[in-house]
């Protein structure tokens, strides 16, 4: 899961022309993260990308799915000899990645989880091969019903996975802490952090230059991320749309949150609401996610 000089320069080229890199996670792509290009699957999508960095004896992988599947996230945290994977992946093309990815490492996967009831993160779970994802009881149960619905792959290995008991924990003898947030993005959101590393995958608690689904509680969103920025245990995030950054994207998501509020609740209109953002913030990706306002308008 490494790259040559060539090789990284070349991926780095083409993520550019399709994500736009705040300031955090720029500094953190020309100091740690080394790019390197996914196996391909046949299809519709170009390949995914993967970016990894070492910190405190740990290798995080953050596979980023294209932009056609909005930038969405999966994590694989490499311990000495064992794996800890967050997250799925939406498609099967995506998440196949991901299972190539998880078997590149030659390491078992001790465990891995889901961190929230959006489709985006689960739906590709049943084509991770060998895995069974743990969740929060409240996720598992939020997600079950769009599980069994047919318009997805059933994840059996999520909705027959264990259940995943907020606190600190370890693995291969790193701490590693679960916490459960409620009422942001999602209802609930499972944030894993590596207090030792200094790392926090906060995944949908934080978009990085992709536009964010409208949420659940935004004021409760803004007051959960400003808890974030003031907790020393971490430097680094992991996020659910996009590449890892530094704590600084905390700002912008605050930020970004503020205006989407704003929008929704003095445009006259859905549209006019889409309007406002891109104006706002040109250039982020993910419009898919814009689309979502429709569905959350309630005037």
């Not at 430097?235 to 205006?259: F, M, N």
């Not at 929704?264 to 996610?289: C, I």
């Amino acid at each position: 899961m490494t790259a040559n000089t060539d090789t990284a320069v070349m991926n780095r080229r083409n993520l550019l022309k399709g994500t736009v890199l705040t300031v955090g996670a720029a500094a953190l792509l020309r100091t740690a993260l080394t790019p390197a290009p996914a196996v391909a699957q046949e299809g519709e999508f170009p390949a995914g990308t993967i970016h990894s960095f070492g910190k405190g004896g740990v290798t995080f992988h953050t596979y980023v799915s294209p932009a056609q599947t909005v930038n969405v996230t999966s994590h694989i945290v490499e311990f000495e000899d064992q794996l800890l994977v967050v997250d799925a992946t939406m498609l099967p093309p995506t998440a196949m990645e991901v299972s190539a990815a998880i078997k590149s490492t030659g390491k078992p996967v001790g465990m891995a989880v889901i961190s929230h009831e959006h489709p985006d993160h689960w739906g590709g779970a049943s084509f991770i091969e060998g895995v069974s994802f743990s969740t929060l009881p409240e996720v598992r149960e939020g997600l079950r019903g769009e599980a069994t619905g047919g318009d997805w792959p059933e994840p059996t290995n999520v909705l027959n996975g264990g259940d995943v008991v907020p606190g600190m924990t370890e693995m291969s003898g790193v701490k590693v802490e679960f916490r459960h947030y409620t009422n942001t993005e999602a209802p609930h959101m499972l944030v894993t952090v590596l207090p030792d590393q200094k790392v926090a995958i906060v995944q949908d608690l934080v978009y990085n230059g992709v536009y964010f689904a409208p949420g659940v509680d935004r004021a409760n969103w803004i007051a959960t991320l400003e808890g974030l920025r003031d907790d020393p245990a971490f430097e680094t995030l992991l996020v659910g749309h996009g590449l890892p950054t530094s704590r600084g994207e905390l700002d912008t998501a605050i930020a970004y949150i503020k205006v989407l509020d704003d929008v929704m609740t003095n445009a006259a209109t859905p549209d006019a609401a889409m309007a406002s953002l891109k104006e706002s913030f040109p250039g982020y990706g993910g419009e898919f996610l814009l689309s979502l306002i429709g569905e959350y308008w309630t005037r």
